[in-house]
């Protein structure tokens, strides 16, 4: 069974940073790619940052750009979000989200999300 | 920046087809996915490569795409479906995921 399991979420002060981990199993973790995506509180899904299985191809949203860096640690079936420069905008459930074998595919399983509140 | 465009909410009696729309530029060109939400769940994938369904989706969800629209269509609405429903695509051009706003369906 194919499990997804963010930790590192809490509360952090404006400019602040936090570090997001995704636990995997119940796959062969390094043939995916992985995302993640976040939502603001009553808000829709918004696509953060994507990771190709061997970490070769990475990107970003427009708004993290420059601020987050998602990585990888095939060996640990782990995915990290490192966020820094945090700002009120930030605050939302982060879901870790497996994609397929290329990157661009769809999003098949999600976590239970970790939610991030960024306020002083 | 490539947008989608969802209506906001969408009403359907019960045992009634849905259907919710998600417009963008030439979005036949591209693949499109479909996740559901409820509340306080994550999302699921109910419809993949525009047309797909993952295992385990019942046969009354499908969805098709053409020109600048893609529609879920949910046929025999059970009060079940009541949920948010996204879509999304992956922009090759900017290389960036995109989703919809989101569409609350009811199930009246």
């Known amino acids: 069974e194919v499990q997804l399991v963010e930790s590192g979420g809490g509360l952090v002060k404006p400019g602040g940073s936090l570090r997001l981990s995704c636990a995997a199993s119940g796959f062969t973790f390094s043939s995916y790619s992985m995302n993640w995506v976040r939502q603001a509180p009553g808000k829709g899904l918004e696509w953060v940052s994507s990771?190709?299985?061997?970490?070769?191809?990475?990107y970003y949203a427009d708004s993290v750009k420059g601020r987050f860096t998602i990585s990888r640690d095939n060996a640990k079936n782990s995915l990290y979000l490192q966020m820094n420069s945090l700002r009120a905008e930030d605050t939302a459930v982060y879901y870790c989200?497996?994609?397929?074998?290329?990157?661009?595919?769809?999003?098949?399983?999600w976590g239970q999300g970790t939610l991030v509140t960024v306020s002083s | 920046s490539y947008e989608l465009t969802q209506p906001l909410s969408v009403s359907v009696a019960l045992g009634q087809t849905a259907r919710i729309t998600c417009g963008g530029n030439?979005?036949?060109?591209?693949?499109v996915h479909w996740y559901q939400q409820k509340p306080g769940q994550a999302p699921v994938l109910v419809i993949y490569r525009d047309s797909n369904r993952p295992s385990g989706i019942p046969e009354r969800f499908s969805g098709s795409n053409s020109g600048n629209t893609a529609t879920l269509t949910i046929s025999r609405a059970q009060a079940g479906d009541e949920a948010d429903y996204y879509c999304q695509v992956w922009d090759s051009s900017t290389a960036q995921g995109v989703f919809g706003g989101g569409t609350k369906l009811t199930v009246l």
């Open positions: 989200a497996r994609g397929g074998l290329r990157l661009g595919e769809p999003f098949d399983y």
């Open positions: 990771i190709s299985s061997s970490s070769s191809y990475i």
């Open positions: 030439n979005i036949g060109s591209k693949n």
